[in-house]
């Protein structure tokens, strides 16, 4: 029970404060934002899809998005006046060359001072 009366499920609170991870079958890249557009083909990582996303896309082809306007923060890729919706993450270089000891995810936010999360028994390693 809650201090203030109320029940709580086992589990339940922890699970809505975990943010879920979004990723690209291509590329190494893992985003938190459900609002993020990421392009499969030249794997940036954009704010949304009608501002960053759009603005990258010249006559059906990837432009750098440094070229057409576009600045950095957090690993996305933000028109002026955008803010980043979360942060993006990368698989460390042990994981994606599927070293033993399994890789863990590196923020790219250098602002974040959480301890790495330890994984859970039983659960398999990707």
Do not use: K
């Amino acid at each position: 029970m809650r201090a203030g009366g109320g029940l709580i499920m086992a589990g339940r609170d922890i699970d809505y404060e975990r943010p879920m991870l979004i990723s690209c079958g291509g590329c190494d890249v893992r985003w938190t934002a459900l609002t993020a557009a990421h392009c499969r083909a030249c794997h940036a990582t954009f704010a949304g899809t009608t501002s960053g996303f759009d603005a990258h896309r010249v006559n059906g082809r990837c432009e750098p998005p440094p070229r057409v306007g576009l600045r950095e923060d957090r690993g996305y890729w933000l028109v002026d006046g955008e803010r980043p919706p979360g942060r993006t993450l990368r698989a460390s270089p042990a994981a994606r060359a599927g070293a033993s000891g399994g890789g863990q995810a590196r923020s790219n936010n250098h602002d974040s001072h959480r301890p790495p999360s330890r994984p859970r028994a039983g659960v398999p390693r990707a």
